[in-house]
Nanobody
């Protein structure tokens, strides 16, 4: 059974930083794309960043490019999301998710942006609150 556990959320002021962590178990971590999504109250869940463990290819939503960085630690089966220059609009519950597609397929050149439907296993989420 796939199991994903997020940590690292919290409350910071605008301009601050947070690093989210997601530890995965129950599957071969480097076979599938791993990503971060977020959902604010009253809004749909949106993709923030995705990484292919196979070749390191990454995807970032336009709203976080240049501010967020996704990375993995192979030995620890962990994926991180370093979030800098945080804005109030980044406030949301952040979820870690594992795709049923390989990273090389999901993040292939000219592929459409990943969506929640491409991911089948989800963590419980961690709250991120940014105050102005």
């Amino acid at each position: 059974e796939v199991h994903l556990v997020e940590s690292g959320g919290g409350s910071v002021q605008a301009g601050g930083s947070l690093r989210l962590s997601c530890v995965g178990s129950g599957f071969t971590f480097d076979d599938y794309a791993i990503g971060w999504f977020r959902q604010a109250p009253g809004k749909e869940r949106e993709g923030v960043s995705v990484i292919s463990r196979h070749d390191g290819t990454t995807y970032y939503a336009d709203s976080v490019k240049g501010r967020f960085t996704i990375s993995t630690d192979n030995d620890k089966n962990t994926v991180y999301l370093q979030m800098n220059s945080l804005k109030p609009e980044d406030t949301a519950v952040y979820f870690c998710a594992s795709s049923h597609y390989s990273g090389s397929f999901l993040l292939a050149r000219n592929a459409p942006p990943p969506t929640a439907r491409d991911f089948s296993s989800w963590g419980q989420g961690t709250q991120v609150t940014i105050s102005s």
